[in-house]
């Protein structure tokens, strides 16, 4: 008997990206559902009425600035800045490739999906379907693989640790502006995240196997050649 409970904790701990998506998809699949089925979830109005609640004048500009950190303008830019910077252009190729799919992969979902926007409590202007929400999706994959290019790299651990709990936290309040604005239901922005953070773990899961696995074994190579 604990012969077989070590062998399924092994089995867990080896395999405990693959349970995750595993488990993410699951509840991905049950808010698209839910979605089809009724046009506003419980999950929503509880959602709304939290954030709501932070409405004012005062925070709603910076709301707004939060926001457009996830959009296209913005992204975009840095996208550039970044495959002018990093001088390993299969990373940086890697960094292009990850936005492109992520995009293509949202509006696919959304054309698939055609949930309408919220109409109610509209606090800026957008076009396009509601479900999953881009912002939320397209920041998560964008900057979540940020973090993870940052924890593979960076070799000073106080300013890794720094920039991903940065991050992190810029991914959420981009998500909950989403709801603020009133242009996302709570469910857009769960299902966007959920949905990023299961191609994450296959994105980055290749990226380590055909690129930085490959760049460290040749690098291997060259310093058993040069000794």
């Known amino acids: 008997m604990r012969e ?21 998809l699951i509840i991905v699949i049950a808010i698209a559902e839910d979605v089809f089925e009724k046009e506003i979830m419980k999950l929503d109005i509880m959602g709304y009425g939290i954030v709501s609640s932070l409405i004012d004048p005062s925070v709603t500009p910076i709301a707004i600035v939060i926001t457009n950190l996830g959009g296209a303008i913005v992204i975009c830019t840095l996208t550039i800045i970044l495959l002018l910077l990093i001088k390993n252009k299969k990373i940086s190729f890697c960094i292009l490739l990850n936005l492109v799919i ?10 698939i999906v055609q949930r309408p926007r919220p109409n ?3 606090l800026i202007s957008e076009t396009g379907y509601s479900f999953p929400s881009g912002h939320s999706m397209i920041s998560m994959a964008f900057y979540g693989f940020l973090i993870y290019l940052i924890y593979k790299y960076f070799k000073n651990k106080k ?5 991903i709990i940065f991050l992190s936290i810029l991914i959420i309040l981009i998500g909950v502006t989403r709801i603020y604005l009133g242009v996302h239901y709570t469910s857009d922005v769960i299902a966007g995240f959920l949905i990023s ?21 040749n690098e291997n190579k060259n310093e058993k050649i040069n000794k």
Not at 4 to 24: A, E
Not at 102 to 111: H, V
């Open 4 to 24: 077989k409970i070590t062998k399924v904790k092994d089995f867990s701990i080896k395999n405990i990206k693959w349970i995750i998506l595993f488990v993410l």
């Open 102 to 111: 992520a995009t293509i992969l949202n509006i696919l979902l959304k054309n």
């Open 120 to 122: 109610e409590f509209k």
């Open 197 to 217: 953070v299961c191609y994450l773990i296959i994105y980055t899961s290749l990226v380590k196997k055909y690129i930085i696995e490959r760049e460290d074994r």
């Open 159 to 163: 300013l890794k640790i720094v920039l």
